[in-house]
């Protein structure tokens, strides 16, 4: 089974970027769809970004600011958060399924410790 490990997250104003990586160990990387969910208190944890093989796949509150990519010499996949909002807020998890990607937390096997990123106005 893969590991995944977040790293990334901080504290930052409205407007900035950031980049979160997952680094995978233990399976072949690519036999896995990657996920970012995320999840802030009292609401439940919800779907930011998937991709498997070549597709990609983001909510509808993201699109257009956020950007999931992978490189597989490295076996880590990427979020680009650009125009960040404070309701972007919240502990950002990667998650992995095998096959094809889903966008339901449920149907992910593996789970990384999340990385907080919080958006100041």
């Known amino acids: 089974q893969v590991q995944l490990v977040e790293s990334g997250g901080g504290l930052v104003q409205a407007g900035d970027s950031l980049r979160l990586s997952c680094a995978a160990s233990g399976r072949t990387f690519s036999d896995y769809a990657m996920g970012w969910f995320r999840q802030s208190p009292g609401k439940e944890r919800e779907f930011v970004a998937a991709w498997s093989d070549t597709y990609t796949r983001y909510a509808d509150s993201v699109k257009g600011r956020f950007t999931i990519s992978r490189d597989i010499a490295k076996s880590t996949v990427y979020l680009q958060m650009n125009s960040l909002k404070p309701e972007d807020t919240a502990v950002y998890y990667c998650?992995?399924?095998?096959?094809?990607?889903?966008?339901?937390?449920?149907?992910?096997?593996?789970w990384g410790q999340g990385t907080q990123v919080t958006v100041s106005a």
């Open positions: 998650a992995a399924r095998p096959g094809y990607y889903r966008v339901s937390a449920g149907q992910y096997d593996v």
